[in-house]
């Protein structure tokens, strides 16, 4: 009898199409209990933690060596998180004074530390710092593991195989071997987590907050087919749909090409749209050169400051970065995003203690010139770009801008530091701002006349333009792309920017998806920039339409009084012509596929 086929929708982290058998790991936190230490225990038990805690020390450096020979030494980084938490002495004096104070067993003491920080992770807004919450608790699950000598040896895994697990954590990698792994299919994660940076470098598919019970459905040894691309994992799939993924999927990685071939994408009557990419880590640069990306549209610089092991990086530090990244990318375009963060993340609660980590705190530039700490981080950071910009064509973007005094002031800041560094090119670097809230999009032909170019931010605008925290699961099903009220916006965006003569380059990752890119290409925008690996995908699907197709498409999604409404007719517009599967399925508001 054939087993029916089920849908589950997820976030795609990492681009391609796997079918293979599932191994599922359906790992829960120990159940550890809080148990009393007789007084001449105590010393004993602080002796057998600080054991546990060497013991798992030499295992993260032992998994680090291996990731470095399976992955790279570039990747290796993501365990660095886990030694400094275990060598974090304020964390380790906790528990230990956990343990002498409350007279209690070592394990309840480190379940006690690590979940107050753990609540702290859960609690910030930003995805990327929520997710560092999966850190502490790896770090946790290690400490206990080996408190009660449970043995750390690598699984013997056959080929093949669709990891499916609530979690799958970084440091797993090294434990089999990735050749193995054919794709993961997570519940948790999401596109900045360590796992996703890392499939995306070993080429694995995946799809992670994959929603519906998925891990409850599947068991071990089911047929799962994976799509990172549509974010979806589907059991049992039919095979008229694995043929339809894998063909899609065998054409888009055909495309791929080196930066040096690289040209415009071009619709069918000839329009040039540049496919830009979107980076976080500096080694993604080489991704972005090998398929095809025209520059790079965004670098988002957190991850380099915050996954730095010893504090933020310094001048010199962050002078190589942006001049590899220039060198790498030239002749095309670097684009810089300065450092876009709150004041908790940056300094600690002390200075600025008073935000409150929203979305709509302290943060982007408004963090940047509040105070002379601040200030001093910001001009470090433009006197680095600066430097390395003689290297390749290097911007500078400023994000959460709001008003023009900000952009004014921003360019005096790196006015004065350019008037520091002896030698630099009579041509200064150009200097954008990001359009990320409403504020910005309704003066902005006043913020077009100070800024050099322009960069839409829809992840934050979606968010702000609605009033709904992306991050917030009683509100997400509200964080909908083709809101009409965000579709205007940036209508009204690209409009500014022909008129004022401003280059704009759209920087979400709703480019990624083929009918909102052919949406917004119907709307005026020509640079889309999204993560690399989307854009082969991309310049074949901007290939089969034609400029007037997709303007007469805009302009009666404009027209639309609902996301829905939108969603329905883009999809009946342009899903055939873009070769998507039209079998059953729909697009709702948020642009993701849901079963009819």
């Known amino acids: 009898m054939t087993k029916p086929e089920t849908v589950f929708q997820g976030t795609g982290v990492s681009p391609g199409v796997a079918v293979g058998t599932a191994l599922k790991l359906d790992s829960r936190s120990r159940v550890v209990l809080k148990l009393s230490a007789p007084a001449h ?82 609690a910030l807004e930003d995805p990327y710092f929520r997710e560092r919450g999966s850190d502490i608790e790896s770090v946790y699950e290690r400490i206990v593991m080996n408190l009660a000598g449970t043995s750390d040896a690598p699984h013997a895994l056959p080929d093949d195989l669709i990891i499916v697990a609530r979690d799958f954590d970084a440091s797993s990698f090294a434990h089999v071997e990735p050749s193995k792994i054919r794709g993961l299919a997570l519940e948790s994660g999401g596109n900045t987590s360590h796992t996703a940076i890392i499939a995306r470098a070993l080429r694995i598919p995946a799809v992670m907050e994959v929603r519906g019970g998925m891990v409850s459905a599947v068991n071990a040894g089911d047929v799962v087919m994976l799509d990172g691309d549509a974010g979806e994992v589907v059991l049992n799939p039919a095979p008229g749909r694995v043929e339809r993924a894998s063909s899609r999927s065998g054409a888009a990685a055909s495309e791929s090409a080196p930066a040096e071939a690289a040209a415009p994408a071009r619709t069918a009557d ?80 002390g200075e ?72 630099l090119p009579a041509e200064p670097v150009r200097l954008g701002i990001m359009i990320e809230v409403p504020a910005a999009v309704l ?20 968010q702000y333009t609605l009033a709904v925290d992306r991050c917030d699961a009683h509100v997400q099903h509200l964080y909908q792309p083709l809101h009409p009220a965000v579709l205007h916006a940036l209508s009204r965006i690209a409009h500014v920017a022909e008129t004022s003569g401003k280059p704009v380059t759209l920087c979400g990752e709703i480019a990624a998806n083929p009918l909102f890119a052919a949406l917004l290409v119907g709307i005026g925008f020509r640079r889309l920039s999204m993560n690399p690996y989307s854009i082969p995908a991309l310049r074949q699907a901007v290939g089969g339409l034609t400029i007037e197709l997709v303007r007469r498409v805009a302009a009666r999604v404009l027209e639309m009084g609902t996301a829905k409404e939108a969603g329905d007719f883009l999809f009946e517009s342009l899903a055939e012509r873009l070769e998507l599967d039209t079998a059953g399925w729909a697009v709702d508001c948020g642009l993701r596929n849901v079963r009819q």
Not at 73 to 81: G, N, R, T
Not at 106 to 117: H, L, S
Not at 443 to 462: K, M, P, S
């Open 41 to 122: 225990r105590i010393e004993a038990e602080i002796v057998r933690f600080e054991r546990a805690l060497q013991v798992s020390r030499e295992q993260i450096a032992g998994l680090k060596s291996c990731l470095e020979d399976s992955v790279g030494p570039e990747h290796s980084y993501v365990l660095d998180a886990h030694m400094l938490m275990l060598e974090d002495r304020a964390l380790l004096s906790e528990i230990v004074s956990t343990i002498r104070k409350g007279s209690v067993n070592a394990e309840w003491a480190v379940r006690k530390a690590t979940d107050r920080i753990r609540k702290a992770y859960g």
């Open 270 to 349: 000839g329009t040039a749209v540049s496919l830009l990419a979107n980076l976080e880590l500096p080694h993604e640069v080489r991704a972005a050169r090998r398929f095809g990306a025209e520059g790079v549209g965004l670098f988002r610089s957190e991850f380099l400051f915050f996954a730095h092991p010893h504090g933020f990086p310094g001048l010199e530090e962050q002078v190589e970065t942006y001049r590899m990244l220039a060198e790498e990318m030239a002749p095309l375009p670097v684009c810089i995003r300065t450092l876009d963060a709150d004041p908790d993340r940056v300094f600690g609660r």
């Open 352 to 423: 600025h203690a008073a935000s409150s980590g929203s979305p709509m705190g302290l943060r982007g530039i408004r963090l940047s010139l509040a105070s002379r700490r601040a200030r001093a981080l910001f001009e470090t950071q433009i006197e680095a770009i600066l430097r390395a910009s003689p290297h390749g064509r290097l911007k500078i973007v400023l994000p959460m801008v709001s008003s023009l005094e900000e952009v004014r002031e921003a360019k005096s800041v790196v006015a004065g530091v350019a008037r520091r560094i002896p030698g």
């Open 443 to 462: 003066q902005l032909e006043l913020l077009a006349r100070e800024a050099d170019f322009l960069a839409v931010g829809t992840n934050d605008l979606i």
